[in-house]
């Protein structure tokens, strides 16, 4: 039974795949026409919509600029903070750390009216930027978390040695601190993108034409004739490859990360 546990929780996951990428290559009138296990006449016309209708296309290339925007900013922002609450002790150092952890509680939908002003104000309304610096209201706490982790795992001797063989700090943080921690900086940026990704609530309110996302633009395909289900599966197809691309590139620091980290 053991030896059949882990098969059966491989084919029930990938069902759901296997059936979005089926519905994917089928014509709306297939799909609703009744069950069928495979397409019975295949077809790309979905795909080739998405990739030559700007209004899928553009949204593409909208969500992987803010995702690629918050992942970059949010490792850089949370390496230096991190590393202060590794190595050093200051006044309110628990609690600032807190402090970041409780933003990351904090439900999205909180925070929906002040950026809608803000971004408004300040003209960032509608933009990849207005999304990505909204996300990393969430993705930088949870960076600095995980970093401040693998971090403390670093001895302090390797610090002191690297000062008195004459290393700055810079130099220091690049060439020998940085390499010994880059299992937890591959599995931040995991993080950090697969959050931005998935999130619909803020990259909806945020954009409304130029910046409109993928994850949008599915929610609202709608046409005279109805829903458009073959379209959509495939959108659906095409979001799930960043994350597949994302997780074989970083597939071993995630395993490290995840025996070593505190993740």
């Known amino acids: 039974m053991r030896r059949l546990a882990v098969p059966l929780y491989l084919l029930l996951s990938f069902v759901p795949i296997y059936w979005l990428v089926g519905m994917s290559l089928k014509t709306n009138e297939e799909i609703l026409g009744g069950f069928t296990p495979w397409p019975r006449d295949p077809t790309l016309a979905n795909y080739v919509t998405i990739f030559t209708d ?5 949204g593409y290339l909208n969500s992987l ?3 690629g925007i918050n992942t970059v900013l949010s490792v850089l922002l949370s390496l230096p903070a991190a590393y202060a609450f590794s190595r050093y002790r200051f006044l309110g150092d628990s609690h600032l750390f807190f402090w ?3 933003n990351r509680m904090s439900p999205p939908a909180v925070f929906l009216l002040p950026f809608f002003q803000l971004y408004s104000s300040i003209g960032l309304f509608d933009t990849p930027w207005a999304v990505a610096l909204s996300h990393m209201l969430f993705t930088v706490p949870l960076s600095v978390w995980i970093l401040e982790g693998f971090m403390s795992g670093v001895p302090r001797e390797i610090d002191e040695t690297a000062y ?3 290393y700055s700090f810079p130099r220091f943080f690049v060439r020998i601190f940085l390499p010994l921690i880059r299992s937890g900086v591959g599995v931040t940026a995991f993080f950090c993108f697969m959050f931005s990704w998935v999130e619909l609530l803020l990259a ?3 954009t409304s034409v130029e910046a409109k996302p993928i994850v949008a633009t599915m929610t609202r395909t709608v046409s005279a004739a109805g829903m458009d289900w073959g379209l959509l599966a495939a959108a659906g197809v095409l979001t799930l490859v960043p994350g597949a691309v994302v997780i074989y590139f970083v597939r071993n620091y995630i395993a490290k990360g995840f025996a070593l980290g505190r993740v």
Do not use: E, N, Q
């Open 204 to 206: 909806r309110t945020l």
């Open 164 to 166: 008195l063989d004459g």
């Open 100 to 102: 970041l952890l409780s």
């Open 65 to 67: 600029t803010y995702v």
């Open 54 to 58: 700007p209004a899928w296309s553009d």
